[in-house]
């Protein structure tokens, strides 16, 4: 199915850009892993995911109208060429909005996490350009809309509409309407995330394309939907009762099986430098030690550390420079 044949389910026909919008959403960290699309058109995912939301740290994003054949596009302060990917991916999201109208924009879309690195920057720039449209086109459209919609730019967007930990329920249908983001009612007071940079500079495969290519020729990848299935119970289970080993072990065993799939494609998928192994051997062993402590990776070389705040100042003492993220507050 295409595109505009689901936005012709969800938006008006015509829509008028009556004024200019800024929004933010987060960008957010999966602890079981979206990989591996059942259709590529849609973003419509082979497995379940379950992700945290990294309350400040995303993407502002600001549409203002222009006059003109063309969106200009502005990343971080600076004007790209029309041509370049990046605007060109922008504007034919836009497009699926404008749909048979000519109205320009002028994107100002600044990430405070870095491009294209493994932090997912394609989830919170997707979602914030889909609250801007929302409000620039008066759209005024329920948050599950707003899901699928965001999940059409990428994927892992469709949970960035929310704060703290969402469910990507993968869904049946063929046009996706029944594929979207659902926050889980529940907190968690101290939970912490800690982003190890250790390269970010953009990475040399997208996660599209690693993606594709781990489904396409990695025959370990038939093992994935029955891990991810498992783990979101573990996890379902962990959040409901507070239970952060079970959590931080879920979740880090799901992201090396997700790496292993990588590694088992053709050519061979390693998103891993001497750094991050470097800083895993250090969680393994504060592990060994006692220290609640694990990781998470993405398609990416940097690490996500899992903690809670009883254990911050130690984490810290291992790992300077951490940048901590607290979606739920402090205890
Ligand atoms: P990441 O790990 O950062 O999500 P991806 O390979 O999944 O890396 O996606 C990177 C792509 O996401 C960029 O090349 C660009 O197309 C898109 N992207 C990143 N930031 C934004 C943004 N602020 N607005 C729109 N699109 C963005
Ligand atoms: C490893 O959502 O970036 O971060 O849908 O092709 O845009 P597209 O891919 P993207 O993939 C994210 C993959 C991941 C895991 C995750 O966030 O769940
Ligand atoms: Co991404």
Not at 39 to 68: C, K
Not at 119 to 125: C, E, F, N, R, T
């Amino acid at each position: 199915m295409k595109r505009t044949d689901v936005t012709a389910r969800l938006l008006p026909k015509l829509v008028k850009a009556s004024a200019s919008a800024e929004q933010f959403a987060p960008s957010n960290i999966a602890l079981c892993k979206y990989w591996g699309k059942r259709d590529a058109e849609l973003n419509l995912p082979i497995n379940a995911s379950l992700s945290v939301s990294l309350d400040y740290l995303g993407t502002h994003t600001r549409l203002i109208p222009i006059e003109g054949q063309v969106d200009e596009v502005w990343l971080n302060g600076q004007q790209l060429q029309p041509g370049a990917r990046f605007s060109r991916k922008v504007s034919a999201f836009i497009d699926l909005f404008r749909r048979d109208q000519t109205l320009c924009f002028k994107v100002e879309t600044r990430n405070n996490i870095p491009t294209a690195a493994g932090l997912a920057s394609s989830a919170s720039g997707f979602a914030a350009l889909t609250l801007a449209l929302n409000d620039a086109l008066a759209l005024d459209l329920p948050p599950e809309a707003l899901s699928i919609l965001a999940r059409m730019g990428s994927g892992s967007a469709c949970r960035s509409l929310f704060e703290g930990f969402v469910e990507w329920r993968m869904g049946q249908r063929e046009d996706g309407l029944d594929s979207h983001g659902i926050p889980l009612d529940a907190s968690w007071p101290g939970f912490c995330i800690g982003l190890v940079e250790v390269d970010a500079a953009e990475k040399a495969v997208d996660s599209r394309s690693g993606m594709q290519r781990t489904v396409e020729t990695a025959h370990l990848y038939q093992s994935w939907p029955l891990q991810a299935a498992a783990d979101m119970s573990k996890l379902q289970q962990a959040i409901q009762e507070r239970d952060f080993s079970l959590l931080g072990q879920t979740a880090e065993q799901n992201a090396l099986s997700m790496h292993a799939t990588m590694i088992a494609s053709w050519p061979p998928l390693l998103y891993w430098q001497p750094d991050s192994v470097a800083a895993m051997q250090k969680v393994w062993q504060l592990r060994a030690q006692g220290l609640e402590l694990y990781f998470t990776m993405d398609a990416g070389p940097n690490l996500k550390l899992l903690f809670q705040r009883q254990d911050r100042d130690v984490v810290l003492q291992h790992f300077p420079n951490l940048e901590t993220v607290e979606p739920f507050g402090s205890e």
